[in-house]
């Protein structure tokens, strides 16, 4: 299968390279001074803190050039629009896995509704400098697989297929028939968990203001309730049911374990906060119906 890439940040960098190193035909499209240091020194990639970087010469572009059978994008809501102006002309399916509420719609008016597929990257990593610092995989993490879904909810052969690569390069995947429903959960709680990160400061300093963490749960309860249809996984109901000082405790926690810190939380970039302020603006359309 030829693939593309599309986006090379933490998430993109990293799944090209492990779809490089097993053997898939992929190119990555970066551009600017991304596209040169990439063009320099390949993907380099770290294992968190770790001083060993290895270098994965993952082919770059700086266009799609077309001929691919998946284009897998994973760039930031508020550069979704940009992105989809450039793969209208294109053909292949397009896999977005990011953040993304508002549904299939408006991304299948632009680029054709049967070319759509939905899913999100369970990874999480920065960028110091060119080198990518990614999540060191534990056992809360290892349970949780990556979802990947049609639109309609059909299970599909290229679905399938789809699943399948990215486990052959050890990236544990999953089919999610209710792919919308999981999106807009994630919504529900990314975006407030995201703004309070954003105002104390880091993830481990918003641990160390209960009161914070608590004013962020509730916020995650009122979008939960207001969502259209159950919460997807059926376990972010919990959210909803169990008694707050429970879960203000162990939220605390996670706030403050190396799965939260080394995630991307802590990045107060300007792209960062305009994602948070494009993926509650598509959340709002649905949480005031």
Do not use: C
């Not at 300093?205 to 969502?227: E, F, S, T």
């Amino acid at each position: 299968m030829k693939l593309l890439v599309y986006g090379a940040g933490v998430l993109g960098s990293l799944f090209a390279a492990r779809l490089h190193e097993a053997g898939h035909d992929v190119s990555l499209l970066a551009r600017g001074e991304r596209l040169a240091a990439l063009r320099r020194h390949g993907v380099q990639l770290a294992e968190e803190d770790s001083p060993a970087v290895r270098r994965v010469p993952v082919p770059v572009v700086e266009h799609p050039a077309g001929g691919y059978e998946l284009i897998a994008v994973f760039v930031r809501t508020h550069q979704v629009d940009t992105v989809l102006e450039s793969l209208a002309g294109l053909e292949g399916d397009v896999l977005f896995l990011l953040n993304w509420a508002a549904g299939a719609e408006p991304l299948g008016a632009v680029i054709g509704h049967e070319r759509v597929l939905l899913g999100f990257p369970m990874a999480g990593g920065t960028m110091d400098g060119d080198v990518v610092r990614y999540r060191a995989a534990n056992f809360m993490t290892r349970r949780v697989a990556m979802p990947i879904g049609e639109p309609d909810g059909r299970t599909t052969p290229r679905l399938e297929r789809i699943v399948e690569a990215f486990r052959t390069i050890g990236i544990s995947a999953k089919t999610e028939p209710k792919m919308d429903a999981w999106l807009k959960t994630h919504a529900a709680f990314e975006v407030p968990l995201g703004q309070a990160v954003h105002t104390a400061g880091g993830p481990v300093a918003l641990a160390d203001d209960p009161d914070a963490v608590r004013g962020m749960l509730r916020l995650i309860r009122q979008n939960l309730a207001a969502m259209p249809t159950p919460p997807v996984p059926r376990g972010f109901a919990a959210l909803r049911t169990l008694p707050e000082g429970l879960l203000v405790a162990t939220l605390r926690h996670f706030l403050r374990s190396p799965t939260a810190v080394h995630s991307g939380l802590s990045n107060a970039s300007p792209a960062a906060a305009a994602e948070l302020a494009r993926l509650a603006e598509q959340m709002r359309a649905y949480t005031k119906r």
